[in-house]
């Protein structure tokens, strides 16, 4: 019932800038963590950026400054801002969030996974 989807990825030139969005769909109570992970090629996932629900937010040191993660919670979206880009930011990116819903007939707690949406850094 609970699905993230993630968009926003393409091709950019070092220098330029994307901006990806994750909505969640389903019957969405309450966001409690919501960011973005990203894998390059034979490398570990690592965390980018997270936005808590009491406002909170958490970047890695490699994107400091760069990209600016935030929230729409009527939306159940989350952005994640990316200026400044590097061909290193070249990765899938992963949209993640823990999540209050409502589902069989009870409120439910979880942890969801988008698909992954790829960024592309070269000239």
């Known amino acids: 019932q609970v699905q993230l989807v993630e968009s926003g990825g393409g091709l950019v030139q070092p220098g330029g800038s994307l901006r990806l969005s994750c909505a969640a769909s389903?019957?969405?109570?309450?966001?409690?963590?919501m960011g973005w992970y990203r894998q390059a090629p034979g490398k570990q996932r690592e965390l980018v950026a997270t936005?808590?629900?009491?406002?909170?937010?958490n970047y890695a040191d490699s994107v400091k400054g760069r990209f600016t993660v935030s929230r729409d919670n009527a939306k159940s979206t989350v952005y994640l801002q990316m200026n400044s880009l590097k061909p290193e930011d070249t990765a899938v990116y992963y949209c993640?969030?823990?999540?209050?819903?409502?589902?069989?007939?009870?409120?439910?707690?979880?942890?969801?996974w988008g698909q992954g949406t790829q960024v592309t850094v070269s000239s």
């Open positions: 993640n969030a823990d999540l209050t819903f409502f589902g069989s007939a009870r409120f439910q707690t979880n942890n969801y």
């Open positions: 389903g019957t969405i109570v309450r966001i409690n963590v």
């Open positions: 936005s808590t629900s009491g406002g909170s937010t």
